[in-house]
């Protein structure tokens, strides 16, 4: 009965420490927002954010331009971190038009109903928006920036 015991506390013991060291070794990132139909919504927050995200890429652009060529590991290191911001700023823009403008504000309108026309054009605004998120991942050049901000400009007016 002794052993039974013993056992039984070890392998309690021990679940208890796997999943405390699990829940603190991987945590998960909180989410903005969820996708329960709650009604809760801050769409120029997320407009803001999302110009923010287009600054913090112009300014990581910038410096990968001012670092290229260098050969140096300092600067090669910065350089690897600027891009890393690049990508994770326009990965983030891109999840939250997809998750959040596309699947939760914008409705279908189905052709030949009125406002199938305005549809059409929130989407490509919608599409725009990815798009040019998408090219500040492939061109380190200010005129991606330039034309991510005139995409997110343009989605913008349908969040007033």
Known sequence: MKNYIATSLTLLCLTAGITA????????????????????????ARITRL???ATTIAKAIDNIQKL????????????????NTKEQHASHIISVVAEYFLTQKV?????????????????????????AAMKTKQKPEAAAVEALNKAIDALSGHYK
């Open 21 to 44: 060291f699990l829940w603190t070794a991987n945590p998960k990132p909180a989410a903005a927002h969820c996708q329960v139909p709650c009604g809760i919504y801050d769409d120029s």
């Open 51 to 53: 110009r923010e995200d």
């Open 68 to 83: 290229s060529g260098s050969t140096d590991a300092q600067s090669i290191n910065q350089m690897i971190r600027w891009v």
């Open 107 to 131: 409705k279908p309108v189905a052709k030949g109903a009125e406002g199938y026309e305005a549809y059409l054009q929130e989407l490509a605004d919608h599409h725009g928006v990815m798009s």
